[in-house]
């Protein structure tokens, strides 16, 4: 099958292939963002052998080991039925065995797909693999070692960050994320789909970027009655599909959804402190290593606002599907399991007063993962960090209404770039109120951070800017959501 959008891991992947020594690659990425397809697909007609065994979730020791065989026979063994050894050592010696019986010039590539399913508990599989990869395979040119899982963290700490013996052994780090706006668009359009850029916007604030969760679009249906298909009816594919997610990669999931939905109803961001102490958890090496987990796999993102190092990290959803499930599926998720209206669920809702705040955010989210489209409109170099800030209020500093950046960079070029993100269905119109409220948010922000670099203030919106004498005095520079599609700024394509 044809392979979209994925032009940046597809480089990649051909550097792999054509590289004259042993590969150890690591490939991971959150469930459904399309891990195994793009691994399969890429290596379907490259005349190499190619072995794949998938991990199965929840299986046990004998049953990851039986199926671990049944992929060797079928691959290397024209289905004969092997005996299933009793311990990984004895199966990766069938493997080894086989490899050597090869012609010596035969490529091989070994991809184990959802590998933390297969490292059961006292398998020791991983201590299997470090063995006969120190010991055979990383010394034969022609393998090409794939391990990829769901569960980022796992596979980040297991064997990107491995301190005993695969320490370093890892040639190359293959991270798949959701597509972006561009990268959705495409991929829409290669199944024939052909949205305006606002109306995949739309589908895109639901589902993400995930492949799997855009491939239930349809033909002739607009963003809004694809998402009442994919979320307001109980066989609709994301209407439980957050627990699943959780399930799936969790111990104890119900704890990291309590932690995931407290941290949506922050739109801003919340401190690790806040956040223990509005679920009442230790705010210790527990919640710290939960909410790595939660990062790694895509849910949440860390972040620092500007000048606020001392404070610590705060957390926001980062995820569009995850804030659209605790927004709008999960305070519906019983009437609708009672009721099961057919459609029109979402229909309603879109008249809703808060829809709009919803998409607010959303739009937010979407423009942290366009940073570096950003960035390159902006002509700004990489190296400017990104931020938020926000200033409460305080009678002890008698500021009485506060402030809040929704994105700023603090730039090498002794500047600083303000981002006001806006939402809206037609030109953004800055009128006299607003204008005073922008001026009075850059005069606070200097004030207060004391910054004595010279401050842009730039509009990030859904549908451009209508120009009067306001926009022209407070506004430097414009952002459009069609500039998220432009190619010629996406690092992807």
Not at 352 to 363: D, I, L, Q, R, T
């Amino acid at each position: 099958m044809d392979i979209f959008a994925r032009n940046h891991e597809i480089t990649i992947l051909e550097k792999i292939l054509n590289s004259k020594k042993p590969e150890f690659v690591a490939v991971y990425g959150r469930r459904r963002v399309g891990k195994t397809f793009l691994i399969k697909n890429f290596f379907l007609n490259k005349n190499r052998t190619f072995l794949h065994v998938t991990g199965i979730e929840k299986g046990s020791f004998a049953t990851q080991r039986k199926n671990f065989c049944r992929r060797l026979s079928e691959v290397f063994h024209n289905n004969l039925p092997l005996s299933v050894p009793k311990n990984w050592d004895s199966v990766f010696e069938m493997l080894k065995n086989t490899i050597d019986s090869l012609d010596a010039k035969k490529e091989i590539v070994i991809f184990f797909d959802e590998f933390p399913w297969m490292a059961t508990p006292r398998s020791k599989l991983l201590e299997t693999l470090e063995y006969f990869w120190n010991e055979y395979w990383g010394n034969d040119k022609r393998i090409k070692l794939f391990i990829c899982g769901s569960s980022a963290s796992w596979i980040i700490k297991n064997i990107v960050q491995n301190t005993g013996g695969l320490f370093q052994r890892v040639t190359s780090r293959l991270k798949i994320d959701p597509f972006d706006l561009n990268q959705a668009k495409l991929f829409l359009e290669c199944k024939g789909i052909k949205l305006t850029n606002q109306q995949i916007t739309t589908l895109y604030m639901a589902t993400g970027g995930i492949p799997l969760y855009l491939e239930q679009a349809q033909k002739g249906l607009t963003a809004d009655q694809t998402i009442d298909h994919l979320c307001f009816h109980k066989n609709g594919i994301l209407f439980d599909e957050l627990k699943e997610l959780f399930k799936s990669l969790f111990k104890n999931e119900s704890t990291y959804l309590k932690i995931t939905q407290e941290i949506a109803k922050h739109r801003h961001g919340i401190s690790k402190e806040e956040l223990a102490k509005a679920l009442k958890l230790p705010r210790g090496g527990r919640l710290t290593v939960r909410l790595e987990e939660l990062e790694d796999a895509g849910f949440i993102i860390s972040f620092v606002p500007y000048q606020y190092k001392e404070r610590g990290e705060f957390y926001k959803i980062f995820d569009e599907y995850t804030m659209f499930y605790f927004y709008w599926i999960k305070p519906n998720i019983h009437s609708i399991r009672s009721f099961n209206k057919p459609t029109g669920v979402w229909m309603d809702i879109i008249k809703e007063g808060k829809y709009y705040a919803w998409k607010g955010a959303s739009f937010e989210s979407i423009c942290y993962k366009h940073i570096s489209i950003i960035m390159n409109l902006l002509q700004i170099k990489q190296s400017s960090v990104p931020y938020s800030w926000r200033l409460a209020p305080s009678k002890i500093n008698n500021i009485s209404q506060g402030a809040q950046i929704d994105l700023l960079f603090d730039r090498p070029d002794d500047a600083i770039s303000l981002c006001e993100i806006k939402y809206t269905e037609n030109p953004f119109v800055i009128d006299k109120d607003y204008y005073q409220a922008l001026e009075n948010k850059r005069m606070i922000f200097v004030e207060q951070t004391k910054t004595k670099k010279q401050v842009f203030m730039v509009l990030i919106s859904s549908s451009g800017l209508k120009e009067n004498k306001y926009s022209k005095q407070v506004i430097d520079t414009v952002i459009h959501l069609n500039d998220f599609f432009d190619k010629n700024y996406n690092r992807f394509c």
